[in-house]
């Protein structure tokens, strides 16, 4: 097994022994499957208390890099460490935000209209109608929640159980990004006819019109924030 040559420097110490494991992850000194150092062991290794160690071991198995096994140890489950994903996401520029959010979305409806049931129409429908057209009196946090809830059921609709579940994770992202885009750019916010294309495309089974037509939805926006970059 293969061992650091350093002790932890002290910074915030919980922090910097988060990242050091997670560099012996990533590097694969830890190899997933290998069973991690014990407690008493990680203590000496880094230097560090072992309420630091155990605060480390458990941020890092919450968000699935690490496995606890009750009674055997702590074994190396993933070599990417999910939450790091999502901070590296969160770091993107607006332009690159949306151009991720429509090649998921796209891919979503291309497969719901090929896979979708009735149970999956009549919820996005039931979605496109409660959202609506925006309304400038309706508190925009209202608005962007009923937004998130139409474009979900398009994703679930999609029965790919893996791609609904990184767009759930990735929607924490896409709310965040949404509501400041809307208030620092006049961005041309898709309208209800954009939504109900995609519907349309998705009710009639016809997948190359739903990936078009999500694609036509954000096409507008995306092309805004280059050009507002460009300007910058």
């Known amino acids: 097994m293969g061992k ?53 071991i458990r941020v890092l198995s919450h968000s699935g890099m690490l496995e606890v096994r009750q009674g055997d140890g702590t074994y190396v489950r993933s070599i990417i460490d999910p ?52 309304d400038p009196s309706m508190p925009m946090d209202l608005f962007l929640d009923r937004d998130m809830v139409l474009h979900n059921a398009i994703v679930q609709a999609s029965n790919n159980t893996a791609m609904h579940a990184l767009y759930r994770y990735f929607s924490i992202s896409v709310r ?15 309208d209800l006819y954009a939504h109900q294309e995609v519907f349309f495309a998705i009710e009639s089974n016809d997948p190359e019109s739903a990936e078009n037509a999500v694609k036509r939805m954000w096409a507008p926006m995306i092309v805004m924030l280059t050009t507002h970059l460009m300007n910058e």
């Open 176 to 190: 965040q990004h949404t509501s400041t885009a809307l208030s620092i750019i006049d961005l041309p916010e898709p």
């Open 83 to 134: 939450s790091e994903v999502m901070r590296e996401i969160d770091k993107g520029g607006l332009r690159e935000h949306f151009e991720l959010r429509c090649m998921i979305e796209s891919e979503a409806a291309k497969y719901a209209a090929s896979r979708r049931t009735d149970e999956d129409l009549r919820r996005i429908k039931d979605a496109l109608l409660m959202r609506g057209e925006y």
């Open 4 to 56: 650091p040559s350093t002790a932890v420097t002290r910074q915030p110490l919980v922090t910097t022994v988060i990242e050091t494991i997670r560099h012996l992850v990533t590097d694969k000194t830890w190899p997933i499957g290998e069973k991690v150092p014990s407690e008493a062991e990680l203590t000496e290794l880094f230097n560090v208390g072992r309420n630091t160690i155990r605060e480390a």
